[in-house]
C-alpha cells in the first residue's frame, strides 16, 4: 500500500488551462513538499509546507497543505509547456531515528502548445 | 554553490556483479539519502545517513548497503546484482531537519544484463 496516493497519475491538457494535483494519505506528516523531475534529472524542489492549512503561491503555482496534515494540492493556473513534468509529493515524518521523506509515485504533466 | 554530484551517471554491469555508487553532497549538508526510481514503483527510500550514523533503512535486500564519510561523501554498494536492480538511483542531501527540503543530484543510471 503506498502511504501517498496522487491522483491523477497522468494529465494532458492545452495550454492556458488550469489543473489540480492531489496528495491524500492516511497519515500525518510534519511536513509536505513539492518536486518537480524533468526526463534524465533529479528531482527539484517546489515548495515545502509545514502548518495545517497553509497555502504557498509560486508564480503560477499553488500549494495547500490540509487541516490535518495529511494531504496536499497543487493547482497550476495557466499551464505552459515549460510546466511539462513529472510532479511528486513527498512527506516528511520524523519520530527519533525514524526520518525519512516518502514519495508518492507522481503526476506526469503533459501541456500541449 | 556546486550542487550534489553523483558518480557515475551511467553504469552497466552484468548479473552477479557488485556496483560502487557514489555522491557529493552540497557544503554543509550533513543528510544524504539514496533513493530507487523505477517506472513501477516510483521513488523508493533506500537509506539515510547523518553525520556518518544511517539514521533509518528502507524494505530492501541485505544487498543494498552504504556509508557516509567524515566529509558528508556517501556511497551505496549493491552486490550479486540481479536484472531488477537496473534503475536510476537518486540520492539527496539536506541540512536534516524534517522542513529541509532535498537537493538532488542527477542520478546513476544502472542497467544489469
Known amino acids: 500500500t503506498q502511504l501517498l496516493e496522487q491522483s491523477p497519475q497522468f494529465l494532458s491538457i492545452q495550454e492556458g488551462e488550469n489543473l489540480t494535483v492531489y496528495c491524500n494519505s492516511s497519515?500525518?506528516?510534519?511536513?509536505l513538499q513539492w518536486y518537480r523531475q524533468e526526463p534524465g534529472e533529479g528531482p527539484v524542489l517546489l515548495v515545502t509546507?509545514?502548518?495545517?492549512?497553509e497555502v504557498k503561491k509560486l508564480k503560477r503555482l499553488t500549494f495547500q497543505f490540509g487541516d490535518a496534515r495529511k494531504d496536499s494540492s497543487l493547482h497550476i493556473t495557466a499551464a505552459q509547456p515549460g510546466d511539462t513534468g513529472l510532479y511528486l509529493c513527498?512527506?516528511?515524518?520524523?519520530?527519533?531515528?525514524?526520518?525519512?521523506?516518502?514519495f508518492g509515485k507522481g503526476t506526469l504533466l503533459t501541456v500541449n502548445p | 554553490k556546486a550542487g550534489v554530484t553523483q558518480t557515475p551517471r551511467y553504469l552497466i554491469k552484468t548479473r552477479g556483479q557488485q556496483v560502487t555508487l557514489s555522491c557529493s553532497p552540497i557544503?554543509?549538508?550533513?543528510?544524504v539519502s539514496w533513493y530507487q526510481q523505477t517506472p513501477g514503483q516510483g521513488l523508493q527510500f533506500l537509506f539515510e545517513?547523518?553525520?556518518?550514523?544511517?539514521?533509518n533503512k528502507g524494505n530492501f535486500p541485505g544487498r543494498f548497503s552504504g556509508r557516509q564519510f567524515s566529509n558528508s561523501r556517501s556511497e551505496m554498494n549493491v552486490s550479486t546484482l540481479e536484472l531488477g536492480d537496473s534503475a536510476l538511483y537518486l540520492c539527496?542531501?539536506?541540512?536534516?531537519?524534517?522542513?529541509?527540503?532535498?537537493?538532488f543530484g542527477s542520478g546513476t543510471r544502472l542497467t544489469v544484463v
Open positions: 497519515s500525518v506528516f510534519s511536513s
Open positions: 539527496a542531501s539536506s541540512l536534516g531537519g524534517v522542513t529541509n527540503g532535498y537537493t
Open positions: 509546507v509545514v502548518t495545517g492549512g
Open positions: 513527498a512527506g516528511a515524518q520524523s519520530g527519533g531515528s525514524n526520518y525519512k521523506l516518502t
Open positions: 545517513y547523518f553525520s556518518e550514523t544511517q539514521r
Open positions: 557544503s554543509g549538508h550533513r543528510s
